[in-house]
């Protein structure tokens, strides 16, 4: 089915284009280089969560050097956030850290479980990018838990609660220029194994090349819905896209349902011009109860940070809708 500008709807203060599940809202890009209080290149992926109301993002900033590290940004309403005055979360001069972070700290993701936020995050080094693990109660001070996966593993995410007594957790593994997502087990949030994967890449769609876990689960009645970014390899460059997929609540190594097409696709100028065109890259979600509504942030072409939303409800559909129907 081709796609005309008369599907290009508009509702309320968000704009839904194409067949993408995702409403871009209006106020789209949220916070730019010039949201930033400190000197810096550029702003993107964020982790996102929801805590006693207030929503916060822990935002990547690469500093001048090319090096990223992690801001502080709240907001009342989930679209209007007001940046911290300094990094909260830079690379660690203590080893072993250091060594491993020597390059930049990148694409957090946030997790609550048990009443404690975990930053799952990638140390960057000259060995490559690495899992990390730090802890926090207050968003401002981060205590480093562990470095939790050897190089080269990235798009690490927490389950936001133990499944059959073990945490669990997203990473990907590459293998040369592609990779797959896989899920492993820990005990204590430190030693993970039991590793299987989850799902690969599909040589014939949208998510040929590579692909990630983007932000951490979302527990529904049918199973985890998983919100991830997949890459495909074109001869000007990769595109990246989102997409979802809905996984068993006892075995997320099993696939219930995988979405043919994208739930975004770059398609605004913001999405398609900057540091790295073509690239929406999501980090965290929060799901409003009430609502029943997703709140997706994800970074544009590695310059800045949007919101979407989307409907629970429709993003579960797309999980189980029928390919030949599309
Ligand atoms: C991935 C990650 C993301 C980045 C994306 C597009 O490999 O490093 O941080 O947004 O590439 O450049």
């Known amino acids: 089915m081709s796609v005309m500008i008369d599907d290009r709807v508009t509702s309320g203060k968000t704009r839904l284009v194409g067949r993408d599940v995702i409403h871009r809202w209006e106020g789209n890009p949220i916070i730019t280089l010039e949201d930033i209080p400190f000197s810096c290149n550029t702003v993107f992926n964020a982790a996102a969560v929801k805590c006693q109301g207030h929503y916060i993002l822990l935002i990547r900033v690469e500093d001048k050097r090319g090096r990223s590290i992690f801001a502080l940004a709240r907001s009342e309403d989930g679209y209007r956030f ?14 072993p850290f250091a060594t491993y972070e020597a390059c930049g700290i990148e694409d957090p993701r946030i997790t609550e479980t048990d009443g404690t936020y975990y930053v799952m995050y990638t140390a960057y080094s000259r060995y490559g990018p690495r899992l990390a693990l730090a802890k926090t109660d207050d968003f ?19 389950f936001p609660r133990k499944i059959n007594g073990r945490y669990v957790r997203f990473d990907r593994p590459n ?37 990630g876990a983007s932000a951490p689960p979302i527990e529904t009645e049918q199973g985890w819905l998983e919100i991830y970014h997949g890459v495909k390899e074109a001869a000007a460059g990769p595109i990246y896209r989102l997409g979802v997929v809905m996984l068993d609540l006892e075995n997320p190594a099993h696939v219930l349902g995988r979405a043919a097409i994208p739930i975004l696709t770059p398609r605004e100028y913001y999405e398609r011009v900057g540091d790295i065109g073509n690239v929406v890259f999501s980090c965290g979600a929060i799901y409003e109860e009430q609502t029943r509504q997703v709140k997706m942030y994800y970074g544009a072409a ?15 559909e797309r999980c189980f809708e029928e390919e030949d129907a599309l």
């Open 82 to 95: 007001v940046v911290n005055p300094d990094p909260c979360m830079v690379p660690s001069t203590e080893e």
């Open 175 to 211: 293998v040369g220029s592609t990779g797959n997502i896989w899920v492993s087990y820990s005990d204590d949030l430190i030693n993970w194994g039991g590793s299987e994967v989850v799902m690969s890449t599909r040589t014939d769609h949208w998510d040929r090349s590579r692909i």
């Open 140 to 158: 401002q001070t981060y205590e480093r838990i562990a470095l939790i996966s050897e190089p080269v593993n990235k798009d690490g995410a927490l």
């Open 302 to 316: 590695d310059t800045c940070i949007c919101v979407g939303t989307a409907k629970l409800d429709a993003l579960i």
